[in-house]
């Protein structure tokens, strides 16, 4: 790890929630739970100036996946904004990644615009933060309009880490015939009534139709506004069954479990 990216002590929860609330407050709440939980500063990295913490970044380990990780809270306190430390500990934590072979990484952005910003600000609080990711390499795979809010769309990069480019073909990774199940419909985090399936490999066969329209009903009784749901690429059968109970593909990312098993996104607006 590079000199300057620390990693982050339960000691540091209070800084670190200091830094995210100078750029956002509803951001430095929702980040908060995660920090306080067991293991909820593992993997997470902070920068110093003259002692005190300016800066945090980190990563998170999907389950299933091949040295897949997605960034996690990525904030510089806006009194230090725009002087290049996103930048330097960004580049930092990429480099970190690459050490481990890490052969993914993914981001997730939205495009909120602050209707009340202060003075001289556009309001546009995460434009720095798209324009930093596209700068060092990030792809946008998949644009989810209206996922947050009503108007707030989620954009999710992705950054090929590892050298070695994924040579594999769709037609190269066979589809596996595999069982998934619904369990319980729940509110995506960080969302305002937009929802997906929690679902798990028990069973017989994949869920069928019917058990998608249970799934939706049980969606429109909470007055949720959406269905936001995905599937690794090479689970034979479930496009078809999702795309009958009227969903939609929303795109791809790619080589998210493995090179050439992407996750496949389904949206069904409500
Ligand atoms: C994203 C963030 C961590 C970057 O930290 P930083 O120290 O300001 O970053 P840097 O100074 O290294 O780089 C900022 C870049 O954004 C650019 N930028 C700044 N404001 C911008 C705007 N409104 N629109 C587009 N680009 C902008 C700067 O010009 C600079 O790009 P350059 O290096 O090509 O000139 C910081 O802005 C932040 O905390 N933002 C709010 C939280 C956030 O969006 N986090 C990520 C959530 S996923």
Not at 205 to 227: N, T, Y
Request: aromatic residues 10%.
């Amino acid at each position: 790890m590079s000199n300057f990216l620390e990693a982050m002590q339960a000691d540091d929860i209070d800084a670190v929630l200091a830094v995210i609330e100078s750029q956002d407050d509803d951001d430095a709440e929702q980040a908060e739970p995660g920090y306080r939980a067991i293991g909820g500063c593992l993997d997470q990295f902070v920068m110093r100036e003259n002692g005190e913490i300016i800066g945090v970044t980190g990563y998170l380990t999907p389950p299933a996946c091949d040295q897949t990780y997605w960034l996690s809270w990525t904030y510089v306190d806006a009194d230090y904004a725009n002087q290049g430390h996103g930048r330097k500990m960004l580049t930092a934590l990429i480099d970190h990644l690459k050490e481990k072979d890490a052969r993914m990484l993914f981001v997730n952005v939205s495009d909120y615009v602050d209707d009340d910003p202060e003075e001289g600000d556009d309001g546009a609080i995460y434009a720095a933060a798209l324009h930093l990711y596209q700068s060092l390499g990030f792809k946008i795979e998949i644009t989810h309009p209206d996922y947050y809010d009503k108007g707030e769309s989620q954009i999710v990069l992705g950054l090929r880490l590892s050298e070695t480019p994924a040579m594999i073909a769709n037609s190269d990774i066979p589809q596996e015939n595999v069982a998934v199940n619904f369990k319980a419909v729940y509110e995506i985090a960080d969302t305002d009534d937009a929802y997906s399936f929690a679902w798990g490999d028990e069973g017989e066969q994949i869920f069928s139709i019917e058990d998608v329209r249970i799934g939706l009903d049980d969606v429109r009784d909470k007055e949720g506004r959406a269905v936001f749901l995905s599937f690794p690429s090479n689970y034979a059968g479930v496009d078809q069954v999702l795309i009958a109970a009227g969903f939609k593909k929303s795109g791809v990312l790619h080589n998210y479990y493995d090179d050439g098993i992407h996750d496949q996104h389904f949206t069904h607006t409500l």
